[in-house]
């Protein structure tokens, strides 16, 4: 008997923001889809609609496309089982409630609410992560399946669509388990063979407590605001429920493709760490040719209100690349530029404080001033030996001299590679601000 194609579906509600949980279902049913050769399926399940918006769902599609997730049917792409939203399934469910009602398997409540009449016989759910799961539902209450308005629930109307759309594997986190013995049920009402299942390790806080949508990083839509490279947060996820069985992490989807299989998945639920998010977003920053990381980092920059330093310079486009290796997200440029483009900025707190508490304070700077001042063509590796020949004038090492030229330039105690930063800014600039902030620190 031939094995028929995979086909697998992403059927969010769009009633909120696309959550991180629901980003990586969508991830894990697109890398086996395209991993088998099969079919993705974007399905919208839209039957709550008082709950129901279209910013929502805009969140849903705007989010799969921005992670690079696209879809071969549903909306936006049409299909050989449409319509793809279940708001326009009406019929279709119509016609597949009454085969429930002339097999016997329905009754109806006073009320007017129809129930399927379970068959109450043990289950074996066979799931590919999870390994078989018993679900006993003897003790459970026949479930509603159509309310006494005619609107159909959703156990109901997922199955219906699973048949009708030829699903293959249902890849769902495992919170759904035991829905999955409702759904059993309802299939073999159908005659339908089931889809394979495979119930995915849940996401969860640092903490171990369940994402909420207060949860900084639980929503899409907080990367793109945040200019996160979607390939950066697509490898995070990703890591989180499955593995390549090696210590390798920064992985494309092309690598992980020939990787992703059921024994590589993870049993425990996976725990989020915004940290090591951005820490994966940093490699991906730092791997950026110039023109892309240019073209990202100025997107952004003109998105703020107000202004910040530096959005309208013509000298930006070479200050960025100084800033590029040392963060590990775009709206971290809201530290760095200030340092760059503000001469007058006030010396922070904790350098002032660090600085002051130095020996000899007055003769190093004066010193170092008088060196960098002699400095005929000023680049970096000049600088470097204008400090270096401050200090032997001083007999301390140059190390010593490093932190407060720092101060001096930008008044901060950190940030990007000084002496490339010195270059850029020029002797001018570098002298000016060296010397007020000087006359400043010393009184």
């Known amino acids: 008997m031939s094995v028929p194609p995979v086909r697998v579906r992403f059927a969010p509600s769009p009633t909120g923001y696309l959550h991180v949980g629901g980003a990586r279902t969508a991830l894990f049913n697109?890398?086996?889809?395209?991993?088998?050769?099969?079919?993705?399926?974007?399905?919208?399940?839209?039957?709550?609609a008082a709950r129901n918006t279209?910013?929502?769902?805009?969140?849903?599609?705007?989010?799969?496309?921005?992670?690079?997730?696209?879809?071969?049917?549903?909306?936006?792409?049409?299909?050989?089982?449409?319509?793809y939203y279940q708001s326009q399934r009406g019929a279709i469910y119509d016609a597949y409630f009454q085969k429930l009602v002339d097999a016997g398997h329905t009754y109806t409540e006073e009320n007017g609410a129809v129930r399927f009449r379970s068959p109450r016989?043990?289950?074996?759910?066979?799931?590919?992560?999870?390994?078989?799961?018993?679900?006993?539902?003897?003790?459970?209450?026949?479930?509603?399946?159509?309310?006494?308005?005619?609107?159909?629930?959703?156990?109901?109307?997922?199955?219906?669509?699973?048949?009708k759309m030829e699903i293959t594997h249902v890849i769902r986190g495992e919170d759904h388990i035991y829905n999955t013995g409702k759904h059993i049920e309802l299939f073999q009402a159908f005659g339908a063979e089931p889809p394979v299942y495979a119930h995915i390790p849940l996401i969860l806080n640092s903490d171990a407590s369940k994402m909420s949508k207060r949860d900084q990083g639980a929503a899409v839509g907080y990367y793109q605001e945040n200019a996160f490279l979607p390939a950066a947060v697509v490898n995070y996820l990703c890591l989180l429920g499955w593995s390549p069985k090696d210590d390798r992490e920064i992985l494309t989807t092309d690598e992980i493709l020939p990787l992703f299989h059921w024994e590589n998945m993870g049993h425990s639920n996976a725990?989020?760490?915004?940290?090591?998010?951005?820490?994966?977003?940093?490699?991906?920053?730092?791997?950026?040719?110039?023109?892309?990381?240019?073209?990202?980092?100025?997107?952004?920059?003109?998105?703020q209100t107000p202004a910040l330093s530096g959005t309208d310079d013509s000298r930006l486009v070479g200050a960025l690349p100084l800033i590029q290796p040392k963060i590990k997200g775009i709206p971290e440029l809201a530290e760095h530029l200030p340092m760059l483009f503000d001469g007058a900025a006030p010396i922070a707190g904790d350098a002032m404080a660090k600085l002051s508490a130095q020996p000899d304070l007055s003769n190093r700077l004066n010193v170092l001033l008088t060196h960098l001042d002699a400095v005929v063509e000023w680049t970096a590796s000049a600088i470097q030996a204008a400090v270096a020949a401050a200090a032997a004038a001083l007999t301390i090492k140059p190390g010593a001299l490093?932190?407060?030229?720092?101060?001096?330039?930008?008044?901060?105690?950190?940030?990007?590679?000084?002496?490339?930063?010195?270059?850029?800014?020029?002797?001018?600039?570098?002298?000016?601000?060296?010397?007020?902030?000087?006359?400043?620190?010393?009184g």
């Not at 992670?67 to 049917?73: K, Q, R, S, V």
């Not at 006993?136 to 109901?156: K, Q």
């Not at 030229?405 to 000016?432: C, F, I, N, S, Y």
């Open 271 to 303: 725990k989020f760490d915004m940290e090591k998010c951005r820490w994966f977003n940093a490699q991906y920053l730092a791997k950026l040719d110039a023109p892309s990381f240019d073209h990202l980092a100025i997107s952004w920059l003109l998105r």
């Open 121 to 163: 016989l043990p289950i074996v759910l066979p799931d590919k992560i999870c390994g078989d799961i018993k679900i006993d539902r003897s003790g459970e209450p026949d479930m509603t399946i159509r309310r006494p308005d005619g609107s159909y629930i959703f156990h109901f109307v997922n199955v219906v669509d699973d048949i």
């Open 54 to 83: 279209a910013a929502a769902q805009a969140a849903i599609t705007d989010g799969l496309h921005w992670l690079g997730l696209d879809w071969d049917e549903g909306p936006e792409k049409g299909g050989p089982h449409a319509p």
């Open 30 to 48: 697109w890398l086996f889809a395209r991993a088998h050769g099969g079919t993705f399926v974007l399905r919208i399940e839209d039957t709550d």
């Open 402 to 442: 490093m932190f407060p030229l720092r101060v001096l330039t930008t008044g901060q105690t950190h940030g990007v590679d000084l002496l490339p930063a010195l270059e850029w800014l020029g002797k001018p600039e570098t002298m000016q601000r060296s010397t007020a902030r000087a006359k400043l620190i010393l």
